[in-house]
T-cell receptor
């Protein structure tokens, strides 16, 4: 079974631009979560989608948004990029919203650098 | 709300020596507990998890962890490390139940393990 895939793996953008990151979950998984990883703040939860609906949201400004498609693939978008948005963005998929009962599988991440 | 504290940010250890990574959590409700490993330039991989039952949990790659409810701890151990165990290790929690938090993981700050030959 193929794992979680994220595209692109690396991105360089400039301040003020917007960016879209993509995540394809493991086949059959319906829940997708996004996390931001930075040296200063560590791993922080962004949001979670299940059946095309956002089910949970972390403490991030409205510039961060996401969506999920009917095939469970998910995208996240960051508008008006700031230097502090430079981070590794990780996507995780699981079968359902079982709150830990289902293992979450992480992708390799997208490394975003904002100049 | 939950919080997770990993008491050591870096742990140097010699090859074939034992290692223990400490994790404490605070939560007003019971939680599920996890340890993940992140190798350089990769995503996170689940090592083990505690949902209920036996407090000693065995995971992959020879790792095990013990849940201690009274001390709110979930320390990770390996009796003999290899060079390939050099990585960053994260402790995480989820409150059980769909309504509480779905799959939202709250992570500790991570512990970098450097295995020396």
């Amino acid at each position: 079974k193929a794992g979680v895939t994220q595209t692109p793996r690396y991105l360089i953008k400039t301040r003020g631009q917007q960016v879209t990151l993509s995540c394809s979950p493991i086949s059959g998984h319906r829940s997708v979560s996004w996390y931001q990883q930075t040296p200063g703040q560590g791993l922080q939860f962004l949001f979670e989608y299940f059946s095309e609906t956002q089910r949970n949201k972390g403490n991030f400004p409205g510039r961060f948004s996401g969506r999920q498609f009917s095939n469970s693939r998910s995208e996240m978008n960051v508008s008006t990029l700031e230097l502090g948005d430079s981070a590794l963005y990780l996507c995780a998929s699981s079968l359902s919203l079982a709150g830990g009962g289902d293992t979450q599988y992480f992708g390799p991440g997208t490394r975003l650098t904002v100049l | 709300a939950q919080s997770v504290t990993q008491l050591d940010s870096q742990v140097p250890v010699f090859e074939e020596a034992p290692v223990e990574l400490r994790c404490n959590y605070s939560s007003s409700v019971s939680v599920y507990l996890f340890w993940y490993v992140q190798y350089p330039n990769q995503g996170l991989q689940l090592l083990l998890k505690y949902l209920s039952g036996s407090t000693l949990v065995k995971g992959i790659n020879g790792f095990e962890a013990e849940f201690n409810k009274s001390q709110t701890s979930f320390h990770l151990r390996k009796p003999s490390v290899h060079i390939s165990d050099t990585a960053e290790y994260f402790c995480a929690v989820i409150p059980p139940g769909i309504k509480a938090a779905g799959n939202k993981l709250t992570f500790g700050g991570g512990t970098r393990v450097l295995v020396k030959p």
